[in-house]
């Protein structure tokens, strides 16, 4: 038996899905967090095998606005479920009866689930759920979410069997009257005429202040990185970095392993290859568990609504909405659910654009490599980690700028965003969510990752003919890199070694790190980030900063481009994304070097008059772009 | 009068709603239609706190602006 769980957004339902599943869809505090449908098996507990349930995004009618919405309507019309669950947001009941009413008329088997229970016995409010039964000819149960009330009921109902009553037929002018009658026949709900301001409110008028609003948010956001750079998830990821992938397991690894009489060739391959690469990506698993843990926590308790209002004024310059800061600062974790949270963008141009913009913002994967180089070249400068942030914004503002003036459009349209009470935020949802991501990221580390790195390592250990490298020039790798090679020039990334690091960037950022770990043959971090290392002789600080700017800017990995095709819907935009990104990533990196080799270095770098002739060619052809739009729209 | 020019924090009817079909159909899902409720909590910079039902919307100065009312 397939049932659905449709209704408002923000009204419970991923909640209760995965209290009734025990799966762990990401659960928010503001409008829009699912936003693709997911199915599961019902929990044991249940004692119903047979049934599956679908959880659905919310939707307020079955005449969506968002794209998100769509998806609600095309299952129901489409799949032609068994059951409908319509969860019913208990703290707005009438509200929520206005897309119970075009559910009935469907005439699909229904159960009506008030949820937030807690809520309405907060408020005293009273339910005559025989007369509300009676009014709209369905079963109706109450249930909370949070603690799992009525859960059991609510399952034992969907196995009743139940007749399909024609619904009477409501338009859009009598319908509000109809559900109005049934509010005030089977509810006690009586009409304030003076409106008090709630918790909620006053809150508000604190974070959404003139003055401190602003810098609540990016004081917030500052003590979110500060606590998983540097804090808490700083110090385990130092512990690991330094100790244990550099020292403890590599040493007890080569001892067991000349013990064992190993072949030095399978023993290079685990110990710099496997452990080396791997270790260099999962030695920043706490911060990323620290990250994913503040921002669930922040998701959950109904501040990030707030934050999309106050940012709305400003990003509006830049021809986004507010609704994007949501998708960019969800991207600071990941840039995958950060590209697939815009779909609650209501302006189809605001939300290209949003797409296009996200993964601007450094996302996790990118942390290792800031972290890396800021370590090796700015050994003394503190701020190169927040600069970076501050970067991203600041790109993303003129990147904006400029996006708009190439596809001219108006971004003043309907803005409306559900601002949900605030509520303490579940730590146990937050662990729970941040060691699902931890999971996720060591699963992508251990097989991904893990065959790109056997397979680097094999690369640069071996000539094309099979035959172990004895010089390092000789092997695939470094034959492959060549070819590429010349692009990078202007940038000032010589050598095969970083044209290999660039094209498994491609693949995954985390793969950046973990490349030049293995091309370079250390093992562990310690030798990586030495400021006399390796890493120092392929870079001075200024080519250093600009292939940290480079792997900022360009598509952070497949999978976020995979989320960009499904978000964008087209093959055009999708292509004229990545084109974009790579162009970013690149036209900034080529400027970092050339114009900081002549202030620094007081020379020209290589390839300067290559880098004028590609400056030269992008600003004009960014300008026809702009004058080509200027004149279609006279 | 314009919902916008209202007194904060105090109920209102609301007389008509002059947007384009496809907008003032997303109001009538939030309860939003000639004939309810409606009242404004405050202002953050180009949009408006408002209140329908039992909810609190941000909703852009354009919007509120071409929602009229009645005390």
Redesign the interface.
């Known amino acids: 038996m397939k049932i659905i769980l449709v209704g408002n957004p923000n009204c419970g339902k991923t909640t209760l899905y995965n209290k009734l599943t025990g799966e762990k869809g990401s659960v928010g505090n503001y409008s829009g967090i699912t936003v693709s449908k997911r199915e599961s098996k019902l929990k044991e507990e249940y004692g119903k095998s047979n049934i599956t349930l679908v959880d659905l995004p919310g939707s307020y009618s079955l005449t969506p606005y968002t794209s998100e919405e769509n998806i609600t309507k095309d299952y129901i019309l489409n799949e032609s479920p068994d059951l409908i669950i319509n969860v019913v947001d208990g703290a707005n009941i009438e509200r929520s009866l206005f897309f119970t009413t075009q559910l009935l008329e469907l005439n699909v088997p229904m159960i009506v689930c008030i949820n937030k229970l807690d809520i309405i016995k907060k408020r005293d409010e009273i339910i005559d759920l025989t007369k509300m039964e009676k009014e709209l000819g369905c079963s109706i149960i109450l249930t909370n979410g949070q603690n799992g009330e009525g859960l059991h009921l609510l399952i034992e109902e969907t196995e009743k069997k139940r007749v399909v009553k024609q619904f009477k037929k409501l338009d859009k002018d009598n319908r509000q009257q109809y559900i109005r009658e049934v509010i005030n026949k089977s509810t006690n709900k009586k009409a304030v005429s003076k409106y008090e301001n709630t918790k909620s409110d006053k809150i508000d008028k604190v974070v959404t202040n003139k003055y401190l609003g602003v810098p609540i948010f990016f004081g917030i956001m500052t003590i979110v990185f500060w606590l998983s750079q540097r804090g808490v998830g700083g110090y385990f990821s130092d512990y690991l970095n330094e100790i244990f992938f550099a020292e403890t397991l590599p040493n007890y690894l080569n001892n067991l392993f000349s013990n064992l009489e190993v072949s030095k060739m399978l023993q290079g391959l685990i110990v710099e290859g496997v452990v080396g690469g791997i270790g260099a990506v999962l030695g920043f698993l706490p911060l990323i568990i620290v990250l994913f843990f503040l921002l669930a926590l922040l998701e959950d308790s109904g501040y990030l609504a707030r934050v999309a209002l106050i940012m709305d004024v400003y990003l509006r310059k830049v021809g986004l909405s507010g609704k994007s800061i949501i998708p960019m600062i969800v991207g600071t974790g990941c840039s995958v659910p950060g590209v697939m949270a815009t779909r609650t963008i209501e302006n189809d141009n605001e939300r290209k654009m949003t797409i296009m913009l996200t993964p601007f913002v450094p996302c996790s994967a990118k942390m290792p490599i800031i972290a890396l180089f800021s370590v090796v070249f700015f050994p003394t400068l503190p701020f190169i980690g927040p600069l970076m942030y501050i970067l991203s914004i600041v790109v993303i503002v003129l990147a904006g700028l400029i996006l708009k003036k190439i596809f001219k459009y108006s971004n003043d349209s309907l803005f409306i965003l559900e601002l949900p009470d605030y509520k303490m935020p579940s730590l146990k949802y937050a662990i729970v969510n941040s060691l699902d991501k931890a999971k996720g990221f060591i699963y992508k580390a251990t097989t991904i990752i893990l065959v790109m790195n056997t397979v680097i390592w094999l690369m640069q250990a071996y000539t094309p003919k099979l035959e172990v490298a004895l010089n390092q020039e000789n092997s695939i790798l470094a034959i492959v890199g060549t070819f590429i090679a010349p692009l990078l020039i202007p940038l000032g990334f010589a050598g095969w070694q970083l044209a290999a690091a660039t094209i498994t960037g491609f693949v995954a950022k985390e793969e950046v790190v973990a490349t030049l770990a293995v091309v370079l043959g250390v093992t562990g971090e310690t030798l990586l980030f030495s400021t006399t290392g390796p890493l120092a002789q392929l870079f001075n600080p200024v080519t250093g900063f600009a292939f940290l700017i480079f792997n900022l800017f360009t598509p952070p990995c497949f999978a976020a481009i995979g989320a960009m095709n499904t978000e964008f819907k087209s093959k055009k935009w999708l292509m004229r994304g990545i084109g974009f990104q790579v162009a970013v990533g690149y036209i900034l990196a080529m400027l970092v070097t050339q114009i900081g080799t002549i202030l620094v270095y007081k020379k020209l770098a290589d390839g300067f008059i290559p880098s004028i002739i590609i400056l030269i060619l992008s600003v004009g052809y960014v300008t026809f772009l702009m004058m080509k739009s200027e004149e279609n729209n006279e | 009068m314009i919902l916008g020019q209202c007194e904060f ?3 209102y009817f609301v007389e008509k709603i002059e ?1 384009n079909e ?2 003032a ?7 939003c ?1 000639a ?3 409606i ?1 404004i ?2 202002k ?4 408006y ?1 408002v ?10 100065e ?2 509120v602006n071409k929602i009229k009312v009645k005390g």
Not at chain 2, 44 to 47: A, F, I, R
Request: with cysteine; net charge positive; glycine share 8%.
């Open positions: 924090n105090k109920k947007c496809k907008e159909r997303y109001l009538l899902t939030l309860g239609y004939g309810s409720e009242l909590i405050s953050v910079s180009n949009n706190i209140k329908i039902l039992d909810s609190k919307y941000g909703i852009n354009k919007i």
